[in-house]
């Protein structure tokens, strides 16, 4: 029974492989223009760009990772990249805010990542997009079961 296991064919071992490639390839774009950001501080970025003084607590929720978002906020906030701030209804919880510095590494970023989007997918159709996307959330749901 071992041997019909077929490992090029699995998605979860499909998924690694790609995520793991993602990965670098976003690593070699932020060195190559002098940052040293990870893809999970990107997304940090993306969100606060889109709603600013959201909650660490939705963050870590958001990223399903609360103890690695928390070192991750520390980073960003030693980096200046990032601003954290007690909710002035609720101390017991943070709001996070992008810096001036965070949102210049965004702006840069944003249009790096968009270049490299366009190369990467240029063979890709938006169907294909829409059918990757269905597919990809269905896997999601299903593992969270």
Same mark, same amino acid.
Request: charged share 30%.
């Given at each position: 029974?071992?041997?019909?296991?077929?490992?090029?064919?699995? %998605?979860?071992?499909?998924? %690694?492989? &790609?995520?793991?490639?993602?990965? $670098?390839?976003? @690593? $070699?774009?932020? &060195? *190559?223009?002098? +940052?040293? +950001?990870?893809?999970?501080? !990107?997304?940090?970025?993306?969100?606060? @760009?889109?709603?600013?003084?959201?909650?660490?607590?939705?963050?870590? $929720?958001?990223?399903?990772?609360?103890?690695? =978002?928390?070192? *991750?906020?520390? #980073?960003?906030?030693?980096?200046? !990249?990032? /601003?954290?701030?007690?909710?002035?209804?609720? $101390?017991?919880? #943070?709001?996070?805010?992008?810096?001036?510095?965070?949102?210049?590494? %965004?702006? +840069? =970023? *944003?249009?790096?990542?968009?270049?490299?989007?366009?190369? =990467?997918?240029?063979?890709?159709?938006?169907?294909?997009? /829409? &059918?990757?996307?269905?597919?990809?959330?269905?896997?999601?749901?299903?593992? @969270?079961?």
């Amino acid at each position: 029974m071992l041997d019909s296991f077929d490992l090029e064919n699995s %998605y979860a071992y499909l998924i %690694y492989r &790609t995520v793991r490639s993602l990965r $670098r390839q976003f @690593m $070699r774009l932020a &060195t *190559a223009n002098g +940052l040293e +950001l990870f893809p999970e501080q !990107w997304f940090v970025l993306v969100r606060l @760009m889109k709603q600013p003084g959201c909650s660490q607590s939705d963050l870590g $929720r958001d990223f399903d990772d609360r103890p690695s =978002m928390a070192r *991750a906020l520390r #980073n960003m906030e030693e980096k200046g !990249w990032i /601003k954290i701030q007690a909710n002035l209804e609720d $101390r017991r919880k #943070n709001q996070v805010y992008p810096t001036k510095k965070g949102s210049e590494i %965004y702006q +840069l =970023m *944003a249009s790096v990542v968009t270049e490299e989007r366009k190369r =990467m997918f240029k063979k890709l159709s938006t169907q294909d997009f /829409k &059918t990757f996307k269905r597919i990809i959330d269905q896997i999601y749901e299903e593992s @969270m079961d």
